[in-house]
């Protein structure tokens, strides 16, 4: 997601702070999030 200069430590705050996520920086100076699995392992209903 493209964040403005001026709000990109809020964000990663709030994502990381608020949310709960937790930051990756394998490909810094870009921070991530771990979003948890996907797929249909995920879900509670049957895919």
Request: hydrophobic share 35%.
């Amino acid at each position: 997601m493209k964040v403005p200069q001026h709000q990109y430590q809020e964000t990663i705050a709030f994502y990381r702070d608020v949310v709960g996520l937790k930051p990756f920086t394998a490909k810094a100076p870009a921070i991530g999030f771990e979003l948890g699995p996907t797929g249909c392992g995920s879900m509670k209903r049957r895919c």
